[in-house]
């Protein structure tokens, strides 16, 4: 049994590539046997889970999305704020009452809040039912400890973080994008995020690997990748490399369309800025996370910049990357935030017009700095700003997306529309969401659309004109 430690999750005293290769003796033992998997969290998440998926399958299992039907039932945990957390608690409840009396259900616990100490501790004491517990390192032993598990508990959760993982095979959810980890972990340590702890301190894999992936997407018709890091411009910085070598590499496979998340506003380059503006494969689209635009606040929170900076990086991508698009994460509500703050921070949203940002309410995590800071501000003051910040957000979303009324743009298609059969949807270049009217034959392509209609969170609009020649 390994136990998570958040002390031993900060710290990080070597690194080593391991490469990744399935035991033969593993396929297939599972055969006909069938999974459900539920994920929750980021995009790091959703591509952990296509590993997860790529394992099963290999072992023999075939998915079900009818959990009633499942032998095994995998819930990929996020634990950025509580509310994540308890989404998969109450999902527990539901897995817990379908094991009753069946010796064939298992139950397997994995992602961020398994690297979460208080969370192990209850899963010991309150959720004895759960059969495996895995951790956000050792993803790729998922194989060896499900053919070894048994009637007891297997917590299986390591806080060291010294591996960077190579050859890790994933079931991709689309044929047409496709998520290429670049780095794993975090090292900033903004006050109030639990991630440098649940994923460990900032490790880059190796340039030609990820080019390599890259390459074999594109052989195999892949149209778009997105660079995936928790903070990607740290990208190669504990290799000898840059995120801007690695940009204009990749630019350079010819993959159709490049982008990258999640930037942090500290350490943007300009050379990186430049390669962006460059190459037009790489999408004119950045998330660059503001938090909050007052200058006491991003000190608390360690933020590394202050509003004039972001506000000087904001501006040069503006003016410097034609047509971007950019948009941020927000938290309102961090301890003792004043109005005068959270005044600060509505000003830098109305002076950048943001095409879009997530925003939430300060959640305190356990273990981090934050999360011990005494707070005089109520729930409901606190809601009410994200209330307000909410209002201007979708002012300027909508803003922005009113100026596409009428133009013809470029669009990937990505899949059918759930909702309307006679539709399909894609995103532009700008990472705007397009419902468009036409049939399946177009996904995997990008076409020219005439947007009709303009919404905070979508675009409507009609297919123009034959498949642009790839
Ligand atoms: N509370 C609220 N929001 C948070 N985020 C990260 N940690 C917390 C927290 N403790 C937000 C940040 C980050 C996004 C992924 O989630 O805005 O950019
Ligand atoms: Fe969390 Fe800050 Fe790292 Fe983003 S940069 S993952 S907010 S610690």
Redesign the pocket.
Known sequence: MHLPDLNIAKDRTSKENKYIELNENYKKVFNGQKYFLRTYG?QMNVHDSEAIRSYLETLGYVNTEVIEEANLVVLNTCA??ENARDKVVGFLGKCKYLKKNRDDFKIVLAGCMCEQPDFIESVQKNHKYVDLVIGTHNIHELPKLLLELNQKQTIEVYSNSDEVIEGMNFKRDSKVTAWVNIMYGCDKF?T????PYTRGRERSRKLDSILEEVRHLKMNGYKEVTLLGQNVNAYGRDIGESFANLLEQVALTGMERIRFV?SHPWNFTDEMIDIIAKYDNIMPYIHL?L?SGSNEILKKMNRRYTKEEYLELFNKMKERIPNVAITT???VGFPNETEEDFLDTLEVVEKCEYDGA?T??????EG?P?AKMKDEVSMEEKEERLQRLNEVVNKYSNKNNQKLLNKVVDVLILGESEKDNTKVYGYTDTMKLVNVIGGKELIGNIVKVKITDAKSFSLDGEYVEEKVAI
């Open positions: 980021c950025i704020r903004c109030y995020c639990i991630v999640t996370p938090q994460d927000i938290i997530y939430f309410i300060f959640s305190p995590r981090t934050a």
